[in-house]
């Protein structure tokens, strides 16, 4: 199954850019009348009728929506410092997106030695990862923000709304702090290197019945105590991910993989 | 914390070879009289006073042996069959080796469509893996078997060892099928993309108190059923791994996550 990817959606009309385009019609062979399934990006899949194979606009007419298509029983943001390498970075996008997130939010920490992160490239590897793992609904790669931005977003009071991957995310902005999708407050959690008494992961999702999470990962050098200190002000639970020790982009991961085996 | 690797080690003499030598004593510019961390690769880390910082063979005298350093509560063969594009597969067994796992066997099925797998890279990879994630047993990576070799290695009374990767395991030899460690007989899991009636890896893993978890993962073109009939009947228990489709190399990390979180 292949699936195709718009957001020029006007009534039952979807023109797909001349990219896809070029591939529905000229690599997959698509003719007028075949069907096809396009996407939305915020979550509906959309069966259509080719009418028109141009390879480079090509157009077709909704004729049924399947809401919620590839969706996962959460909501997870993942705000991880980028990595040196950004591989890496681009590899945990990719498999965070399999397993299910909804917004990946770079964040530059105070020991961060990245501090700049483009996210042009990233929006293409997660749209395209949606695609691939039958996905309706691409995650919002958020615009960088420093870790103690991002903790402030969360203060009480705070609901300023950082603007997101617009040309991918459907909405266009993120709203990172304040409330949560459903109205309570998300489970935010710190994932950090000091020692100290803290649930794992496992056990901190265990005890909640949030479905609302916020995973914070930091850089290679770990947090500064100033954020930390911040984090816990601002409500985040600092858990530990277990025995092992695993870099930036493998925590990252493993903080999608566990929120996904609790709803397995 | 900086780990080195050495297989050279004669009583409580251990020497490091050209590489390790030369990232010692010219990179981390050791002198005679540090103390440095030397794995032996099965497991045990050896605390080691420098005796001679030549670049070319550092010679080094064990002053404390622990055992088991950052080894983890169970024992997992990932048996997966190679990615199309071995990147993939290099990433998984990095990743794998972050979280713990014992031994990485590249399996051919009979749909895959990358028919050989050379082990030389991998080796280095988890090696590199298991010294940066401060784990002093590096997992062995064995030669390619086939996916019907594999499971005919299970088959009741056959214990036939299957050449690992001598230079890195430090047994020289892995024994795929027969007993476990333990005695006891492993649980196996077959993860696989047909439908049917099938409990998810974590519900398989939280039924058995078996320590021993091997787990096989197909190709992109998912296994035959010959191979699932074969597994079947060779004692493996079918697992799905939840609603979203992963990529072969994710649902090898998927399975090595599952295992890492029952006993985190």
Same mark, same amino acid.
């Given at each position: 199954m292949e699936i195709f990817y718009s957001k020029d959606i006007d009534g039952t009309t979807i023109r797909l850019n001349p990219e896809e385009s070029a591939h529905c019609?000229?690599?997959?062979r698509h003719r007028e009348g075949d069907e096809i399934a396009v996407m939305d990006g915020a979550g509906t899949l959309l069966w259509c009728r080719l009418d028109d194979a141009s390879p480079k606009e090509a157009v077709a007419t909704v004729v049924r929506r399947e809401p919620? &298509?590839?969706?996962?029983p959460y909501r997870l943001t993942l705000a991880v410092c980028p990595t040196k390498n950004m591989d890496r970075y681009e590899w945990m996008a990719e498999k965070a997106t399999e397993f299910g997130v909804d917004a990946i939010v770079p964040v530059i920490g105070e /020991? =961060?030695?990245?501090k700049v992160c483009k996210t042009e490239r990233l929006e293409r590897i997660v749209l395209s990862a949606a695609k691939q793992s039958l996905k309706a609904a691409v995650p919002v790669v958020a615009q960088p923000l420093s870790v103690m931005d991002f903790i402030a977003s &969360? *203060? +009480?009071? #705070? +609901? *300023?709304p950082v603007s997101g991957a617009a040309s991918v995310s459907? =909405?266009? #902005?993120?709203?990172?702090?304040? #409330? =949560?999708a459903d109205g309570g407050e998300p489970l935010k959690l710190i994932a950090y290197c000091f020692e100290g008494e803290k649930l794992s992961i496992r056990e901190a999702l265990e005890a909640s +019945?949030? /479905?609302?999470v916020v995973v914070l990962i930091g850089p290679e050098g770990d947090f500064s105590p100033r954020e930390v200190a911040a984090a816990m002000k601002a409500g985040f639970k600092p858990v530990h991910l277990g025995a092992s020790r695993l870099r930036t982009e493998t925590a990252a991961l493993a903080s999608a993989a566990a929120l996904y085996y609790k709803y397995i």
């Amino acid at each position: 199954m292949e699936i195709f990817y718009s957001k020029d959606i006007d009534g039952t009309t979807i023109r797909l850019n001349p990219e896809e385009s070029a591939h529905c019609v000229k690599v997959l062979r698509h003719r007028e009348g075949d069907e096809i399934a396009v996407m939305d990006g915020a979550g509906t899949l959309l069966w259509c009728r080719l009418d028109d194979a141009s390879p480079k606009e090509a157009v077709a007419t909704v004729v049924r929506r399947e809401p919620g &298509f590839g969706g996962h029983p959460y909501r997870l943001t993942l705000a991880v410092c980028p990595t040196k390498n950004m591989d890496r970075y681009e590899w945990m996008a990719e498999k965070a997106t399999e397993f299910g997130v909804d917004a990946i939010v770079p964040v530059i920490g105070e /020991r =961060s030695e990245r501090k700049v992160c483009k996210t042009e490239r990233l929006e293409r590897i997660v749209l395209s990862a949606a695609k691939q793992s039958l996905k309706a609904a691409v995650p919002v790669v958020a615009q960088p923000l420093s870790v103690m931005d991002f903790i402030a977003s &969360f *203060a +009480s009071g #705070a +609901s *300023a709304p950082v603007s997101g991957a617009a040309s991918v995310s459907g =909405s266009g #902005a993120l709203p990172l702090g304040g #409330a =949560s999708a459903d109205g309570g407050e998300p489970l935010k959690l710190i994932a950090y290197c000091f020692e100290g008494e803290k649930l794992s992961i496992r056990e901190a999702l265990e005890a909640s +019945s949030q /479905r609302d999470v916020v995973v914070l990962i930091g850089p290679e050098g770990d947090f500064s105590p100033r954020e930390v200190a911040a984090a816990m002000k601002a409500g985040f639970k600092p858990v530990h991910l277990g025995a092992s020790r695993l870099r930036t982009e493998t925590a990252a991961l493993a903080s999608a993989a566990a929120l996904y085996y609790k709803y397995i």
